[in-house]
């Protein structure tokens, strides 16, 4: 993946506000619902999100920036393959582990030949294996082999309401199709059994696909509800009116009653998310929005309105 803050076309030195200001825009601009007949538009928003998730978050940039996780936030190796707790990274990227098992081994031999074929027979003090002290010792149960992979994917609020298929790249460089069940949630796994590592005597192993949820340019989630901030103008505001509000379903039209003011929640039943068959709602909440520049005829109604029906909406403040 690029570099996050190429991506998201920002400098290394930018804000928090400055990428969350870009982000909005770009997530607009590429989801996939506004670009349904671009069928890199998933592609793009999908690598808009990741690059979000790494420079997004305070945590996660600082590690990027010191070169401790890589664009797609996993963990640079550093060090000798396979050392440290656990002996995890190995051949080609992948984590390794080794674990006691009854039987087997790795390959065709124990891990005692692998350990004295690699250091020679200087190690085992020359000649054969039988009848020669080794300098390792090992438990009597064999040594297995984890070779399952695990991956992150983010999917879009939409896809994980509806499902979906979706390309994941292995760090192989193998691409694979992945169905997305309906109402999947972050922090869930998907398991493909055999799409992992092999090793010759072992079976392969699977593949562990944890999935994030990335941030949607306009919904916020709470729970099963969703809630958005429906734009409105001053005379709606005022006048009352229809005004359309996007769902995650097909757009719904809202009655915005006479004198609305700014900051009004209004409750769409069953509009929000469907978790372990309990349906939530969305919340709408209206922002007064004036229009762009100045405008010269508006100020002179304002003010001959303010001189003759002055109000005070700051009174119980003190």
């Given amino acids: 993946m690029r570099d996050p803050y190429e991506v998201l076309g920002v400098q290394r030195n930018a804000s928090a506000a400055t990428i969350k200001s870009a982000y909005r825009k770009l997530a607009k601009k590429h989801h996939p619902d506004n670009n349904k007949n671009d069928p890199k538009a998933a592609a793009r928003f999908a690598e808009i999100n990741t690059a979000n998730e790494i420079v997004g978050d305070e945590d996660k940039r600082k590690q990027f920036d010191r070169g401790e996780i890589d664009a797609e936030g996993k963990p640079r190796f550093q060090g000798f393959p396979g050392g440290g707790a656990g002996g995890r990274a190995g051949p080609g990227g992948f984590e390794y582990s080794f674990r006691s098992g009854a039987g087997g081994g790795m390959g065709g031999g124990s891990f005692e030949d692998i350990l004295n074929s690699m250091f020679g027979n200087a190690a085992r003090g020359g000649g054969g294996r039988a009848g020669r002290a080794s300098p390792f010792e ?181």
């Avoid at 992945?178 to 699977?206: C, F, M, Y």
């Avoid at 996007?246 to 004198?259: M, Q, R, W, Y």
Wanted: aromatic share 4%.
């Fill in 138 to 318: 090992f438990d009597g149960g064999g040594v297995g082999v984890d070779l399952d992979l695990s991956v992150a994917m983010t999917v879009s609020l939409e896809e994980s309401v509806r499902g979906g298929d979706k390309r994941v790249r292995l760090p192989t460089g193998r691409e694979l199709n992945v169905k997305i069940p309906p109402g999947v949630a972050a922090g869930q796994q998907i398991r493909l059994k055999g799409q992992g590592e092999t090793a010759q005597g072992h079976p392969p192993g699977d593949l562990l696909i944890t999935i994030s949820v990335a941030p949607h340019p306009f919904f916020k989630v709470d729970g099963n509800d969703l809630r958005i901030d429906l734009p409105i103008t001053l005379y709606e505001a005022v006048l009352g009116g229809k005004v359309r509000v996007p769902t995650l379903g097909s757009a719904v039209e809202l009655s915005i009653p006479k004198n609305t003011s700014s900051g009004r929640t209004f409750r769409l039943k069953g509009k929000g998310l469907s978790k372990a068959g309990a349906v939530g709602d969305l919340y709408v909440t209206t922002r007064i929005i004036l229009p762009d520049g100045n405008d010269a005829e508006l100020e002179a109604l304002m003010q001959t309105w303010g001189d003759q029906k002055p109000y005070n909406p700051r009174s119980d403040l003190g």
